[in-house]
């Protein structure tokens, strides 16, 4: 089981979730500031694997939801989490006995931490996709049976406003519709399910990863070893079989963005010594990679770009012209490859055309 | 106190419903033809006086939202309704002890009657607004103090949306855009309150109301008078010291309809054979009716269109040209035409660049 010890363990947990967040999911060190003031406070998050939960125990996850271009702009209240709580067990007439994380990224794997530490109830070791994606029906928890709804979004200003839909696209779709209304940045509670559902639907042992992949770069920094390529071989020697390929290595050439629709599109170009050239595809997440023309990586999988030299990982709004990167794709976790995920998360459904293809094969070893 | 005694009461209703809704509301027929599938299965409205509420009941008014032009083309739903009112009582924690209108107008002054009669709970003589108008917070509900939400929307499919925030206008906001992304007909419950509230901002007696402005056009008929001057006449001698005018009496020379963001604007000009001109302005009600280009009837007094041999009233979509009609001004009951009010629902809300002048000021007898 996983237990955070020090302020050390949130700083690498911050830093692999922005790996995991594939470029999305905001500033981590917003998420990082929050948990970190609750474990000042003597408020430690306390972590319990999948298989620990009771299967009628009440579960929901708590999310900031809006473009991360102004979750950045919004630090987290503390008032607000908390009255989203108290509001959402009046509603569902039930106390939480758990936390989960709707994704891994940024911001949203520390909301929980942070809340939980806060209420004194348990985070779970998993999360809804082992990575980030930008809408709310992209999890595992929705893809095997549950739905998002009722859900409930609360502003700052105590403005609630709750949804029970069948279909989770007209749930983000409602949701996107509020959020612009109500101003742009809210806390919601969502997908409500009992113990039972976690461990048929969920992606596990994420939070963990989290810590690892932390870990694994600051201590490669430490021992002085290139951390880019430490990273990727402690990924590929994990044991899950899931494989992690460096794709490229360069200066990022151009780098655009545009905040539409609430939403953050961009695509950066990074060429190498040898005038090749890497680009990726940006919708809120690093969506495609392709090296000269020919996809390398795609979703679901996870791309990552990394300082060159000190293996940060960076989100899509930290990239700068002119700043050496290195780029790496990793094999998402089994449950979110099946045929029934990619339906809803594959590469057709971010408007790219072609079939999914696991980075393992994409790029032979 | 008001009873229904008969189909024909029900029909009175209906008409003088669309007398006070100034041209907004929805066809009336839709609305009769509900009540009086329930009146022949022997579930009869009852309708109580405001006095005879309890201080602490607990009291909501259930009505259809979105454009009338959709409206029309959609039948009243028993069951969305029923699960409505069983979800309205979920949500609060409280039986449902009585309904009121929110507005007067061709549709919704009847759902109140017809789902009361069908849950076998009384319906109070009174409403919101004494009248149709096109906004949630133009209400003397919310000028005098009480939240149009908690607020429950709940379409044919059982999706189900609550908005809960301070601010009636932008409860008015989120519930037209939550209409629209549902699919532009919902039914609501709106203004949770307690009979003492009702006590203090209803606009009184306007069930009563309706059914002896319908009764006393249809007897005008039988009895071979001038039905739109026996109107007038008796709406002059009610006692309650509202003056009506009959403002002009032509034929229509002209009519714009358009729906635009879900709402009905248009103007419709009506010529005399001295070829004057009165021209009367839409935004889903007649806002402002003009002479020769001076201001006759005003927001919130009503203005109404009626055949000018039957007296039947018209909604805004009913007008077509060369529709011989006479145009009445009617004053606002006193509630509604206070500063506080004006402010709320006064012309210069509408757009209009005039302060409000009552229209027994605007047309001296």
């Given at each position: 089981m996983t237990a955070i010890q020090s302020e050390l363990d949130l700083s690498d947990m911050a830093r692999g979730a922005v790996f995991l967040g594939a470029g999305g999911g905001g500033d981590p060190y917003v998420g990082e500031l929050f948990v970190r003031g609750q474990f000042d406070r003597g408020h430690i998050p306390k972590i319990i694997d999948?298989?620990?939960?009771?299967?009628e125990a009440f579960v929901v996850s708590i999310a900031g939801v809006g473009a991360p271009t102004v979750l950045v702009e919004n630090l987290i209240s503390e008032r607000a989490l908390l009255e989203l709580a108290r509001r959402t067990e009046t509603f569902h007439n039930r106390k939480i006995d758990a936390l989960i994380s709707i994704e891994m990224g940024g911001v949203n794997s520390m909301f929980p931490l942070g809340l939980g530490a806060r209420l004194g109830v348990p985070v779970i070791d998993?999360?809804?996709?082992?990575r980030a994606f930008?809408?709310?029906?992209?999890?595992s928890f929705s893809v095997y049976?549950?739905?998002?709804?009722p859900l409930l979004l609360l502003d700052d200003l105590g403005s609630l406003i709750t949804i029970d839909v069948q279909d989770d696209r007209q749930a983000e779709e409602l949701v996107r519709l509020n959020t612009v209304a109500l101003g742009a940045m809210l806390n919601g509670a969502f997908y409500p399910m009992s113990g039972a559902d976690v461990k048929r639907t969920a992606v596990r042992g994420t939070i963990t990863q989290t810590l690892q992949i932390g870990r694994c770069i600051r201590q490669a920094r430490l021992a002085s070893v290139d951390p880019v390529a430490s990273l990727v071989e402690t990924l590929n020697c994990a044991g899950d079989g899931r494989q992690a390929r460096q794709l490229f290595s360069g200066k990022i050439a151009d780098v655009t963005h545009e905040t539409r629709d609430g939403w953050h599109w961009g695509r950066v170009s990074v060429v190498d010594t040898n005038r090749d050239i890497l680009t990726v595809d940006i919708q809120?997440?690093?969506?495609v990679a392709r090296r000269d023309g020919r996809t390398v990586t795609v979703v679901p999988d996870i791309i990552a770009i990394l300082?060159?030299?000190?293996?940060e990982p960076l989100t899509g709004e930290m990239l700068r012209y002119g700043q050496r990167v290195a780029v790496l794709g990793y094999a998402a976790p089994d449950i979110m490859r099946r045929p029934e995920g990619l339906a809803v998360f594959g590469p057709r459904k971010f408007g790219l055309e072609e079939d999914f293809l696991g980075v393992e094969a994409l790029v032979p070893s």
């Open positions: 999948v298989d620990a939960l009771a299967d998993a999360d809804g996709m082992g930008p809408h709310l029906q992209m999890t049976g549950k739905r998002s709804s809120n997440e690093y969506i300082d060159r030299e000190s293996a």
